[in-house]
């Protein structure tokens, strides 16, 4: 087996709106139960409405209301889009989810929603609004007591894109080192998601199609039944499988955190051949993550 190679290349990031909220509720599971509903169907903007995760799990000592809590992040490419998301999104999945309440986890947006306001005309007249937790929240009665939920949300500028694709000899192998990649960004706390099915991606794309109807396609160069058909596959000659790792963090200081978190976890694992990512000369993103400067 040939020892991991970090790969002299960088990662084009691009700029996004994000938003970082808490779902508390009576228990791990309901919490988690209500911030998986919450961030479903979110895995690329190619398609969905927004990139959607879980950060991070809180213990009761860590929420404004003593309870187990979820922080999620959703991110959109721009602020009237987070407002129609945020409203949906916390409306339809975590209003109605067993003894949630959510909370506001971004305190220095530019920009800023009464998300809360408006998800409380469900209460239909009914609602009120209260100071509870040092915070404005609306109090709204449901059918296993009251929903509680701040008044307004900020919204962030972010940076997405941050890619780094893990290359193996097999599925399993090249599999297992992600799973442990994706725990060890868990693990470096930064404030960070990674949108897709358990934060790796089997069809990574390109920009870009044969067909004139699609923006995206297929990153060819990656796919290992075909390295043998085309002239620019960026395979090795004992690369058989192919994961991507896509990373949306708050700031550059915490993307590099996430994805350093990772190559660090990784870039002696002799189950990977080579650790790289994708970039497409400017056109995705401005902003550059080398991976040579996260080791």
Known sequence: MVQTKVEDTFSECFKMR?????????????????????VGFATSIIMCSAEAGIERILNPTETPDGRTGVIIQIWTQNSSKMKEVLLARLSQSALTAPTTNIFNMLE????????????????????????????????????????????SFQMGKGIAG????????????TLNA?????????????????????????????????????????????????????????????GKCAYEIVINAISVDEMKMAMSSIISALK????????????????????????????
């Not at 941050?162 to 192998?173: A, F, K, N, T, Y």
């Not at 930064?190 to 099915?197: D, E, G, R, S, Y």
């Not at 051949?273 to 993550?289: A, P």
Request: proline share 2%; with cysteine; hydrophobic share 35%.
């Open 18 to 38: 994000y938003s970082r909220i808490l779902i508390t509720a009576a228990d791990l599971e309901l919490a988690l139960i209500a911030a998986n509903n919450t």
């Open 268 to 295: 002696d694992d002799k189950r990977l051949l080579k650790i790289t990512s994708s970039n497409y000369d400017g056109k995705l993103g401005s902003i550059n993550i080398h991976l040579k400067e996260l080791i």
């Open 108 to 151: 220095d947006g530019d920009k800023s929603d009464s998300i809360g306001k408006l998800i409380s005309y469900f209460g239909d007249g009914h609602q009120k609004k209260v100071t509870l937790f040092d915070r404005t929240m609306w109090d709204i009665p449901v059918m296993d007591g009251s929903f509680l939920i701040e008044e």
């Open 162 to 173: 941050g890619v780094l694709i893990l290359i193996g000899e097999s599925e399993m192998d």
């Open 178 to 238: 992600a799973r442990d990649g994706i725990k060890a960004l868990q693990n470096s706390k930064a404030k960070a998601i990674t949108a897709f099915p358990g934060g790796i991606c089997r069809a990574g794309s390109k920009i870009g199609s044969k067909y004139s109807f699609l923006n995206e396609s297929t990153n060819h160069k990656f796919c290992p039944t075909i390295k043998d058909k085309i002239d620019d596959s960026s395979l090795p000659k004992e």
